[in-house]
């Protein structure tokens, strides 16, 4: 059974940075699986679930253009975890922040990203950003 855990979420002022960590387990990593897509989502309270960044197993990555150029994902495969580096915090980027996976045969990251996730059977419960203004 996959497991997604999130971790590094908090508190910050405006115009801070945070990094979120993901830890991956309990898939069967073999050749079928050697394709695979992992993204970060997030949630604000009232909102619906959106896109924040997502990467593919080629290295490709896709961003939300809301945080473009404030945010980026990456992983490290030796240690099973994905991570998301954010700076110049917004109060708007107030959300719980999910982290989510595909092993195995999917669609491109890029309609992960589009449509929240959507299609995605692996997620973890979340860690929450707030940001104050």
């Known amino acids: 059974q996959v497991q997604l855990v999130e971790s590094g979420g908090g508190s910050v002022q405006s115009g801070g940075s945070l990094r979120l960590s993901c830890a991956a387990s309990?898939?069967?990593?073999?050749?079928?699986?050697?394709?695979?897509?992992m993204g970060w989502f997030r949630q604000a309270p009232g909102k619906e679930r959106e896109g924040v960044a997502v990467i593919d197993s080629d290295g490709s990555t896709s961003y939300a253009d809301s945080v473009k150029g404030r945010f980026t994902i990456s992983q490290d495969n030796a240690k099973n975890t994905l991570y998301l580096q954010m700076n110049s915090l917004k109060f708007e980027d107030t959300a719980m922040y999910y982290c989510?996976?595909?092993?195995?045969?999917?669609?491109?990251?890029?309609?992960?990203?589009?449509?929240?996730?959507?299609?995605?059977?692996?997620w973890g419960k979340g860690t929450l950003v707030t940001i104050s203004s």
């Open positions: 989510a996976a595909v092993f195995g045969a999917h669609v491109s990251g890029a309609y992960y990203l589009k449509y929240s996730g959507s299609g995605m059977p692996y």
């Open positions: 309990g898939y069967i990593y073999s050749s079928s699986y050697s394709s695979y897509c």
